[in-house]
Structure formats: C-alpha cells, structure tokens
C-alpha cells in the first residue's frame, strides 16, 4: 500500500497539474472585470494555502512530536525540515505569482498590505530555520534547536490568516468560501479553484515525500561512515 | 518557578551593573541609530516629527538584538550552563528571569531613546509621555523574543551572525503595532488595538518561551 502512493503520488499530482493548466488556461472564461489576469488566481491561492497552512503546519506538527519525549525520533526532524525546505518552495512562489498578479491588478509589484508583509516574513523566518540547519552542530542539538525555531516560525501563521481581517489591507479576504461557508466562485471558476488545491496538495506531499526519502538515506550514509571510520580506527588500534 | 526567576533576573542584572555592557555599548549603539535616522532624514523638522515614530522602534529593535546577544552570551561562558542545571533551576524559571532582566534594561534603553526623540525629533513631550506604557508592552514582548532566540543561537559559533538574521522577523509584528501605536498616540490619539496586538504578543512568546526554554538548554 505505501509503496503503491509512494509510486503513484507524483504522476497523479502531474496528472492534475495538467488538468489545472489546461482548465485555468482553456476551459474557464476570462473574469467580468479582472480579464484573463484572473487565470493566475488558479494558481496563487492554491500555493499560499500550501505553503503558508499545509507546510507550516506539518513542519510544526513533526517539531512537536520531536521535541515531546514519548514520541522523539529523528524521522520527525527530518520530516519537518523537508516540510520547512519545500515550504520555502511554495512561499516564494506564492509571492512571486501575486506579484505578476499585482502589477497589472494593483498598478505594483508590492505593496506594504499586512497579508503579502507577513508572507513574507514567514518566508524568511523559514529560510532562518534552513539557515540554522546548516550550522555544525551535532544531530541531536541541531534536531531540538530547529524544532524550537520551526514551533516559533509556525506563530506567524495565524497573524497571516488574520491579517486581511486585522488590517484591512488592500489582499482580499477568503477566496472560495465566504465566512458563512457559501462559495464566492461558481461553475468552471470553481472546480478549477478547487482541483488547483488539490493538486498543488499532492505535488506539496510528493515533493516532502521524495526530500524526506533523501534525508533519510542522508542520515543513513552518515552512520554507515561513521561506523566505518571508528573500524578503521579500531583496526589501526590492534595492529 | 517565580523564586527561579527573580534568582535569575538578579544574577543577570549584578552582572549588567558590574559589566556595563548596556551603558557603553547597547545605549551608544541605540543613540547612535536614532541620529543617524536622524541625518538621513535631513533637517526639516516635520519629516523628522512624522517619522519620529519608525525611527524609535527601529533603532529598540536593533539595540535589543544586541542586548539579546548580550544576554545570551552570559549564558555561554564555560561552564555557566553546566552549573545552572547542577542547581537545579526550572527552565521556565530561567527564561522568564532571563527575560524580566532584559525588559528592564531594554526600559532604560527605551527611555534614553525617548529622550532621543524629545531633542532630536522634536516631538511633543506630554504626547511621548503618554505612549511610555504602549512602549512598556513592546519591551515585554521584545524581552521574550530575544530572550528565546539568543538561547536558540547559543553556542552555534555563528551567533552574532545568526541571531539577527532569526529574530528580526520575529520582532517584524513588534516593530508595526509599536510604530502605529506610538504614531497615532503622538498624533494625540490612543494606541487603540495596537497595544492589544503587543499585549497578544507578549503573552503568547512568554507562554512558549517557558514551554520550550527547557528542550534548549539541553542542547548547549
């Protein structure tokens, strides 16, 4: 079973991909007042949700699971780093593609609205966590550091979804639901929203799959040279 | 926990009055940033009084990455943290005195900053006497953040560099409700939610620094 989703979870999220582009590109009408600018909406959205919920959230989930004593294990530092890792993918495109939004929609590349500044800094509070993971440090302390920092990063993550709300900045509010749980989109504009999430979902688990497998195999390496240079030192010792 | 706390607010602080860290080099630095805002915003005095506000909170933000540093680097002497788990201190208890003492300093920080702002920028005296206790929050808040992260960087061996690339994200929300508080209490206004965002923020990373405090000094 776990080998059959670790086989079919990257074709299947390209299949959808695919099927994103070629209805947010083909199928769907251009909106009555944003024009074909609207497409990349299909695409924005569904990044953010990734990035600023999904991956800080799974990031902040392993963390803790490490940092408590009953379930510490080092799979769950390397699952939060490889969710921090492709987190920073999905950040940075999320405000790359609302920039190409924002220019033609708001007249700039960026403005000072609390959503994009908070964004933002999550971005670089989690190339701060890549950052401290590359310090020399021994696994265990470098584990327990990064899992404090990914738990501090994830505080940002409720003052980015209330931002629009706190601030009244010039970003929209919810995109698909309205606060009375009714769709604010209809028809192909919909389904094309919604097949985005999804799809953007599963490319966000195949690629922390794939980085974990690696990190993983990485630490492994590790240990097997590790094991080796003390034989060797062994060996040197006896003869 | 709270006899741990004041033990350790009072340590910090003795050694604070005996080193003087904070008079020769923190307050220097910090009066230092405020005049050089100052020259780069030229002399007209209604540039200066608008942006007296920003300019305040930038240079506590940037003072108190050093003094952050600074309280950190106490911690990090040989042996220091050894003897501290040998006396057995609660971890919580460590953090929030780490982090009273160094809301206090960064009071006195703030208020020779004020001052700063009084000759400088020319603001109005009752105003800035009015935005002291939204300034009180904010050094709260700061005190926790700092308090954290300096213990998170400690004894990386890249810490001078590492810390502020970390916390000054961190204290991005710090430096926005502090500047628009303090802005719209100088305007002769209140700091309305401004200081209940700081509240907000104080509570929350003082909450998390006592949880996770202890997991990081077993990695020092």
């Given at each position: 079973?776990?080998?059959?989703?670790?086989?079919?979870?990257?074709?299947?999220?390209?299949?959808?991909?695919?099927?994103?582009?070629?209805?947010?590109?083909?199928?769907?009408?251009?909106?009555?007042?944003?024009?074909?600018?609207?497409?990349?909406?299909?695409?924005?959205?569904?990044?953010?949700?990734?990035?600023?919920?999904?991956?800080?959230?799974l990031a902040a989930l392993a963390s803790a699971l490490y940092l408590w004593p009953r379930t510490r294990a080092e799979r769950w530092d390397q699952l939060a780093a490889s969710a921090v890792e492709v987190g920073v993918v999905f950040l940075s495109l999320t405000l790359v593609t609302g920039s190409l939004w924002g220019r033609p929609a708001w007249g700039v590349?960026?403005?000072?609205?609390?959503?994009?500044?908070?964004?933002?800094?999550?971005?670089?509070?989690?190339?701060?966590?890549?950052?401290?993971?590359?310090?020399?440090?021994?696994?265990?302390?470098?584990?327990?550091?990064?899992?404090?920092?990914?738990?501090?990063?994830?505080?940002?993550?409720?003052?980015?979804?209330?931002?629009?709300?706190?601030?009244?900045?010039?970003?929209?509010?919810?995109?698909?639901?309205?606060?009375?749980?009714?769709?604010?989109?209809?028809?192909?504009?919909?389904?094309?929203?919604?097949?985005?999430?999804?799809?953007?979902?599963?490319?966000?688990?195949?690629?922390?799959?794939?980085r974990y497998q690696i990190a993983a195999r990485e630490a492994a390496s590790d240990e097997v040279e590790l094991e080796a240079a003390l034989l060797e030192r062994r060996t040197e010792g006896v003869s | 926990m709270w006899r741990d706390a004041v033990l350790v607010a009072g340590k910090d602080l003795r050694i604070e009055l005996r080193s003087r860290v904070l008079?020769?080099?923190?307050?220097?630095?910090?009066?230092?940033?405020?005049?050089?805002?100052?020259?780069?915003?030229?002399?007209?005095?209604?540039?200066?009084?608008?942006?007296?506000?920003?300019?305040?909170?930038?240079?506590?933000?940037?003072?108190?990455?050093?003094?952050?540093?600074?309280?950190?680097?106490?911690?990090?002497?040989?042996?220091?943290?050894?003897?501290?788990?040998?006396?057995?201190?609660?971890?919580?208890?460590?953090?929030?005195?780490?982090?009273?003492?160094?809301?206090?300093?960064?009071?006195?920080?703030?208020?020779?900053?004020?001052?700063?702002?009084?000759?400088?920028?020319?603001?109005?005296?009752?105003?800035?006497?009015?935005?002291?206790?939204?300034?009180?929050?904010?050094?709260?808040?700061?005190?926790?953040?700092?308090?954290?992260?300096?213990?998170?960087?400690?004894?990386?061996?890249?810490?001078?560099?590492?810390?502020?690339?970390?916390?000054?994200?961190?204290?991005?929300?710090?430096?926005?409700?502090?500047?628009?508080?303090?802005?719209?209490?100088?305007?002769?206004?209140?700091?309305?939610?401004?200081?209940?965002?700081?509240?907000?923020?104080?509570?929350?990373?003082?909450?998390?620094?006592?949880?996770?405090?202890?997991?990081?000094?077993?990695?020092?």
């Amino acid at each position: 079973m776990t080998r059959l989703v670790d086989r079919a979870l990257g074709p299947v999220a390209l299949l959808l991909v695919v099927l994103t582009v070629w209805l947010g590109l083909w199928v769907t009408p251009p909106d009555a007042t944003q024009g074909d600018i609207v497409r990349l909406l299909y695409l924005h959205p569904a990044l953010a949700t990734v990035g600023i919920y999904f991956a800080t959230g799974l990031a902040a989930l392993a963390s803790a699971l490490y940092l408590w004593p009953r379930t510490r294990a080092e799979r769950w530092d390397q699952l939060a780093a490889s969710a921090v890792e492709v987190g920073v993918v999905f950040l940075s495109l999320t405000l790359v593609t609302g920039s190409l939004w924002g220019r033609p929609a708001w007249g700039v590349w960026w403005t000072w609205d609390a959503r994009l500044t908070s964004t933002a800094l999550l971005d670089v509070l989690f190339i701060g966590y890549l950052a401290l993971r590359r310090v020399p440090a021994d696994p265990h302390v470098r584990a327990r550091r990064c899992a404090v920092l990914a738990l501090l990063a994830a505080v940002d993550a409720p003052i980015v979804h209330f931002s629009v709300q706190w601030w009244n900045g010039l970003h929209q509010g919810a995109t698909v639901l309205s606060a009375g749980f009714h769709f604010k989109v209809h028809g192909s504009m919909l389904w094309t929203l919604l097949l985005s999430m999804l799809a953007m979902t599963l490319v966000f688990a195949w690629m922390v799959l794939r980085r974990y497998q690696i990190a993983a195999r990485e630490a492994a390496s590790d240990e097997v040279e590790l094991e080796a240079a003390l034989l060797e030192r062994r060996t040197e010792g006896v003869s | 926990m709270w006899r741990d706390a004041v033990l350790v607010a009072g340590k910090d602080l003795r050694i604070e009055l005996r080193s003087r860290v904070l008079l020769w080099q923190v307050v220097p630095f910090g009066v230092l940033a405020l005049v050089l805002f100052a020259l780069a915003l030229g002399p007209s005095e209604a540039v200066l009084r608008r942006g007296a506000p920003g300019l305040f909170w930038l240079a506590l933000l940037l003072a108190s990455v050093l003094a952050a540093s600074r309280s950190a680097g106490i911690e990090s002497d040989e042996g220091t943290r050894g003897t501290v788990r040998l006396l057995g201190l609660d971890a919580g208890g460590i953090f929030l005195g780490k982090a009273a003492a160094l809301a206090l300093e960064l009071c006195v920080l703030g208020a020779v900053l004020e001052l700063g702002l009084l000759v400088l920028f020319h603001v109005d005296a009752a105003r800035l006497a009015a935005s002291v206790p939204l300034a009180a929050l904010a050094v709260v808040a700061l005190a926790a953040v700092g308090t954290l992260y300096g213990a998170l960087v400690s004894g990386t061996g890249v810490s001078s560099t590492l810390l502020p690339v970390l916390v000054l994200p961190a204290l991005a929300p710090v430096l926005i409700a502090g500047e628009r508080g303090t802005a719209a209490v100088l305007a002769g206004g209140g700091p309305g939610r401004w200081a209940v965002v700081l509240a907000v923020m104080a509570v929350v990373y003082g909450a998390v620094g006592v949880v996770l405090y202890g997991p990081l000094e077993e990695t020092a």
